[in-house]
């Protein structure tokens, strides 16, 4: 069975997208630089700041520094914040604390952030909804768009389906990151990765 191939679905449908309006999960700048290059062009992208997966506030505020000075930057897309609710991590990944980088914490993670933005988009009126999750090698494209199409039913608004790290979309963010001197960090945000990073 070949494997789907996400990001020619997701240039379909941007060629479809002409005035319509995306709402983009980022978990930071640098991850958000290419998937916006990509999406910017075709469609109205809201970038939405939600990770309550992020293991400090100082990193949180951090991090949401460096994507607000991006976008006014490039004037990509618009800005829409959510508070730091590191409960919300804590109660969804209850239980999975010892679970291996990748595992069954990431996918609740996953779904947590995919599942506010849902929510956020269907509220605020917007065709679609997305993340830059898929940029990075480290993430399970295909697990992050199965979330993404399921909660497409779920909330009737569309998914964008996505797999930013093909075509050197990965390197590309690397590129930008390096252009506009983004604060990158080096791991995914939250204590266990950073635990496992520094290990």
């Known amino acids: 069975m070949n494997a789907v191939n996400y990001d020619k679905l997701m240039q379909e449908e ?7 309006k995306l709402l983009l999960h980022s978990c930071c700048a640098p991850c958000s630089s290419y998937c916006l290059q990509e999406t910017a062009p075709h469609i109205a992208v809201t970038v939405f700041y939600y990770n309550p997966n992020l293991d400090s506030p100082e990193e949180y505020e951090k991090r949401k520094a460096e994507q607000i000075r991006f976008l006014q930057e490039t004037g990509l897309a ?3 914040d959510c508070d ?11 239980g999975l604390e010892g679970e291996k980088e990748g595992g069954a ?7 947590l952030r995919l599942e506010r933005t849902a929510e956020a988009a269907k509220k ?5 909804f997305g993340t830059t999750l898929t940029v990075s090698p480290l993430k399970n494209a295909e697990l ?15 998914y964008l389906p996505s797999d ?5 979309g990965y390197l590309e963010s690397i590129r930008l990151s ?6 990158r960090q080096n791991y995914c945000g939250c204590q266990y990765s950073k635990e496992e990073r520094n290990s």
Do not use: M, W
């Not at 605020?124 to 679609?128: A, I, L, S, T, W």
């Open 84 to 94: 730091y609710s590191p409960e919300d991590f804590a109660r969804a990944t209850h």
């Open 178 to 183: 390096k252009e506009y001197a983004l604060y």
């Open 124 to 128: 605020g009126g917007y065709d679609y």
């Open 105 to 111: 914490r990431c996918a609740k993670c996953f779904r």
């Open 78 to 80: 618009e800005f829409l």
């Open 14 to 20: 941007l060629a479809r997208a002409q005035g319509k």
């Open 144 to 158: 992050i768009n199965k979330i993404g199409f399921a909660l497409e039913k779920e909330y009737g608004v569309k």
């Open 164 to 168: 930013f790290k093909k075509r050197g």
